[in-house]
């Protein structure tokens, strides 16, 4: 690991915003559909644990949250390893995790144990595929970035149309062992998408210049200083206020529709209605965010979303019928979509590229504590009045409660300033090279001249790939 090159995202270095990254794109969708189906989908096997373990169904459901508590919690180690080690070799170690978990679940023979491996074992793998193929999506694409979050987040729904039914048909053919065991067999696929992230390197630069270049200031592993930054700190706090509602309405609407009298095949389909709007929705509204208009106001689009979310629950919390909820999910497909499409492109805007990775871990280990809280005090609601109407009521205020902070705090509270890429450390180390120019040698000013206007003649070669062995499988 000590040989590896840290693809810390060199300053300088321009997004190629397509080439390489469109098969970096491709694998940032599936880790993000494997990431979020993959605690949903294990849950149809919950019904032969409890036959073959004599539990209840809570037992078997701490399964699932444990996946996600992985996934989100973990942000920081996340953060930490892609600061030392780089996005890739991060990557190739959560995919055998992620295989492993599954793979020695299927040789348990109590919950307990089935808790460490599915549950910490192949979390943690998935927390480390998921956190770096953001980061490095984020060093891939600039202009179209808005786009490429868009189309990658759009996995999660399709992964969750396609485990699902991959899942009953496991169980019904292998069992749960056997399911067990060939979902881990596909988590290695993991390791392929790992494989794509090559890290960019800077374009070549004459001898001459190359020496002051090299100065840079020691990275970080976890870098606080995020924590000085106003939008950053209220964009945290707007999203663990979210995710508190967010995640409660597709938990309880299939149990709303069945409460109603309704088959369950017929409230199941509830969700398929839900996933299938939301596939189209991400994408959509990755292309609304990338206009030239929108994407400087990005931060409130994406506080409108939050807004449309919990409306919809609201009125959600009125349906007295099948065709009331189907609607429901109509509008809340397009409304969660819109939110899962602008979560991240809104982060990446406020802190920048530098210091992505240390504030997306940041931020997950806040949103972990919300999800913990969010679904389990909801069905306490639920058992203390038996009503779905209060449970969707409450879900619609704490969503809409968030988009009032994000919007009201970035409107009042964050001076507007002039777009400026860099960071003050890459403004810094700048500086310093331009100070650093009157003590090159004139030839190799000529040469850096002749670099300059080669990269303003091809743009498109700005930002390219390392092919170093020791990164490269």
């Known amino acids: ?34 990431s979020y189906a993959f605690p949903k989908a294990v849950s149809v096997f919950f019904k032969e644990l409890i036959r073959e373990f004599g539990i209840g169904y809570s ?25 030392r080690f780089g996005c890739r070799p991060v990557m190739l170690v959560g995919g055998l995790f992620a295989s492993m978990g599954m793979v020695i679940a299927s040789f348990c023979t109590s919950i307990v144990q089935i808790y460490l491996t599915a549950g910490v074992i192949t979390g943690l793998g998935l927390a480390l595929n998921f956190q770096p193929s953001l980061i490095m999506l984020n060093r891939y694409f600039d202009k179209r970035r808005p ?36 979902l881990g067999g596909m988590l290695l696929n993991c390791c392929v998408c790992g494989a794509l992230m090559r890290p960019l390197e800077p374009p070549k630069k004459s001898e001459g210049a190359k020496e002051p270049a090299e100065k840079k200031v020691k990275k970080k592993l976890l870098d606080f200083s995020v924590f000085k930054d106003g939008g950053f700190i209220i964009y945290t706090l707007a999203a663990s206020i979210m995710v508190l509602g ?69 009125m959600g919390s009125m349906s007295v019928d099948y065709g009331g909820l189907v609607v429901f999910c109509i509008f809340f497909g397009i409304s969660y979509g819109m939110v899962g499409a602008l979560q991240f492109e809104v982060l990446m805007a406020i802190v920048g590229t530098q210091k992505f990775s240390s504030a997306i871990g940041l931020v997950l280990l806040a949103e972990a504590m919300a999800v913990l809280i969010g679904p ?98």
């Not at 469109?22 to 993000?32: D, E, H, K, P, S």
């Open 1 to 34: 690991m000590g040989a590896v090159v840290a693809d810390d995202g060199p300053s300088g270095v321009k997004a190629p915003d397509g080439g390489w990254g469109w098969a970096v794109l491709f694998g940032c969708f599936i880790i993000t559909g494997f």
């Open 147 to 182: 786009l490429a979050n868009g189309l990658s987040a759009a996995g999660s729904p399709v992964f969750l149309c396609a485990l699902s039914p991959l899942g009953q048909i496991l169980q019904h053919e292998y069992g749960w062992r056997g399911g067990f065991l060939i």
């Open 376 to 473: 389990p005090s909801a069905g306490k609601l639920l058992d203390a009045t038996g009503r779905y109407m209060f449970v969707f009521i409450i879900a619609g205020i704490e969503v809409t409660t968030s988009a009032l902070v994000l919007a009201l705090g970035n409107f009042f509270c964050i001076k507007k300033k002039p777009e400026e890429p860099h960071t003050k450390e890459e403004a810094a180390e700048r500086e310093e090279l331009n100070k650093s120019e009157d003590k090159i040698p004139e030839d190799a000013k000529v040469d850096s001249i002749e670099v300059e206007q080669f990269l303003k003649d091809e743009p498109e070669k700005n930002g390219e790939v390392v092919t170093n062995p020791e990164t490269c499988v």
């Open 246 to 314: 967010l995640f409660v309405p597709p938990v309880f609407v299939v149990s709303y529709a069945k409460d109603l009298g309704y088959q369950d095949t017929k409230a199941a389909f509830l969700l398929t209605i839900l996933g299938f709007i939301d596939i189209f929705a991400r994408p959509i509204c990755g292309m609304v965010a990338g206009l030239k208009w929108v994407r400087p106001r990005c931060v409130y689009l994406f506080s409108f979303a939050m807004i449309f979310n919990g409306f919809t629950d609201l």
């Open 59 to 83: 037992d078997t459901a701490w399964i699932s949250s444990i996946l996600l508590a992985m996934l989100y919690g973990t942000g920081p180690l996340c953060s930490v390893c892609v600061n």
